[in-house]
């Protein structure tokens, strides 16, 4: 961290130094006394007397200062050298103090946001950046507001560009995102019907994503998805940076062509510089190609060459249950994308379950979809039409809303054999005695619904 006083960030957090110097250094800032080291500011972010016990445990610690409530009138301990820094809200000013902290680093910093393809996303556009910079990127798909301080504050010098992912389970969670990262490139990667729940409609769905444009300054860039309807439907009007626009159908900056897919994942071309490029992804499906695409454009706005683009893409590493392919009993194929689940993922995981199955047994296992709200039903049998559509020989189906996914494929087809099963220990058992050798088995659903145990159950000795 850049040399910081007392002083300067008091100002910073609009409060008032009661003990200590002004010119006290500050090395950094945290809000868990635990995680206190030597040199940092504390935040009393709790308050009260458990407020005390952390505030003790943080000096301890090595903390050179605290930051309090304005009402609090007695310090937990004597210390003349210790930096007190009274505020309205400790909270808020622990925000402040996370939006300087980010301020402190100039380096080109990605914000991805979208319904589904995020965390692929952002892993992907690392896996570029690696090539030639060091890169500092979210943690997992640990991408809600309070995961955020934990994800700047790990910025040092040495970093060379940032890339961080932006969710949301509530109104006001990607802009307010937005707003602390200041992307210069932020990516949409799709608006589907996912988290309709908690936000009460679709419209507001679309509201929600169009949040990362408080972020983005007006000589940034926005990179959308050309063919998804529901982006088309985010208001742009007000953006004055660049949009850059990838796809597959409409016309788009890029564009990718020639799709084909093998055992080991997808190749397709883009068009760069006036030349067919040949790009490899080791994973699969339709969708993948769209994640990679986005992470091209912000490859492209930030000047790699194609050489880094197909070095990085190449070695892009799946992130854990999605599309993980393993070895299960009866010598079949387990396809392990439980991670999570909406509509818009489950048809993608359907799709690729289809070209995987190539002639062999395909099986779609599959959980309920949480957070769907009144369209639950619907969004349901909407997948099951799917499955249905793309010829999937076998649906076994596991939970109370997930047996509307049966029921909407039993209306779209006549041949497909369905399943459905309240628990999952009833599934794993009927699969055990009656799962086709060498078929290929997709294993689906909400993060909530715990699918990964099929595959667990499943898996080969």
């Known amino acids: ?69 304005k009402h609090k009138r007695v310090m937990p ?66 991408n809600l507001p309070d995961f955020l301080p934990s994800h700047i504050l790990r910025l040092k010098w ?42 009460g409609s679709f419209e507001n769905v ?5 949040g990362i444009l408080e972020g983005v300054p007006d000589d940034g860039y926005l990179v959308l998805n050309a063919d998804d309807p529901g982006t088309a439907k985010i208001d742009k009007s007000g953006f004055k940076g660049k949009i850059v626009y990838y796809g597959l159908e409409n016309k788009a900056d890029f564009m990718a062509g020639d799709i084909v897919y093998s055992e080991k994942g997808t190749s397709f071309t883009v068009n760069l510089d006036n030349q067919e490029c040949q790009f490899f992804i080791p994973t699969f499906g339709k969708h993948n190609v769209y994640n990679a695409l986005a992470a091209i454009a912000v490859a492209r706005n930030c000047k790699f060459n194609v050489k880094s683009i197909q070095q990085g893409l190449a070695k892009y590493r799946k992130p854990h249950m999605r599309l993980q392919i393993s070895k299960g009993i009866n010598n079949c194929t387990l396809i ?69 996914i049966a029921n909407g494929a ?17 599934a794993v058992a009927f699969l055990k005695a009656n799962l086709p050798k060498d078929s290929v088995v997709l294993i689906k659903g909400s993060r909530g619904a715990y699918m990964e145990q099929l595959v667990t159950s499943l898996k080969a000795n």
């Open 1 to 69: 961290m850049p040399r910081v006083t007392a002083g300067s960030l008091c100002e910073v957090l609009g409060g008032s130094l009661k003990n200590g110097k002004a010119s006290t250094a500050i090395k950094g800032i945290m809000c868990r006394c635990t995680k206190v080291i030597p040199g940092l500011l504390y935040f009393d972010v709790k308050g009260g007397k458990g407020g005390d016990l952390n505030i003790l445990e943080a000096v301890k610690n090595g903390a050179v200062g605290v930051v309090v409530s």
């Open 77 to 142: 301990f004597e210390d003349e050298g210790m930096v007190v820094i009274s505020v309205p809200k400790v909270k808020d000013a622990f925000w402040r103090a996370v939006s300087f902290y980010r301020d402190l680093y100039d380096i080109p910093v990605i914000g991805v946001t979208g319904t589904s393809g995020k965390t692929t996303t952002k892993e992907m556009i690392t896996s570029i950046f690696r090539r030639k910079w060091k890169v500092l990127k979210t943690v997992g798909n640990m």
């Open 158 to 199: 040495g970093y060379q560009a940032a890339v961080f992912e932006i969710g949301m389970n509530r109104p006001g969670h990607i802009g307010k995102q937005a707003r602390i990262v200041r992307p210069k490139v932020g990516v949409i990667t799709h608006v589907g019907p996912g988290h309709v729940g908690p936000l």
């Open 206 to 210: 679309i509201l929600e994503k169009a």
């Open 336 to 404: 392990n994308d439980t991670y999570n689940a909406n509509p818009d993922s489950m048809e993608a995981g359907l799709e690729v379950l289809s070209t995987m199955a190539k002639g062999k047994t395909s099986i779609a296992v599959l959980g309920n979809m949480l957070e769907q709200g009144p369209d639950a039903p619907k969004n349901h049998r909407r997948v099951g039409k799917k499955a249905a559509e793309v010829k999937i020989n076998w649906l076994v189906t596991v939970g109370g809303l997930a047996k509307e």
């Open 410 to 426: 039993a209306k779209t087809s006549k041949s497909m054999k369905i399943w459905s099963f309240a628990w999952k220990k009833q």
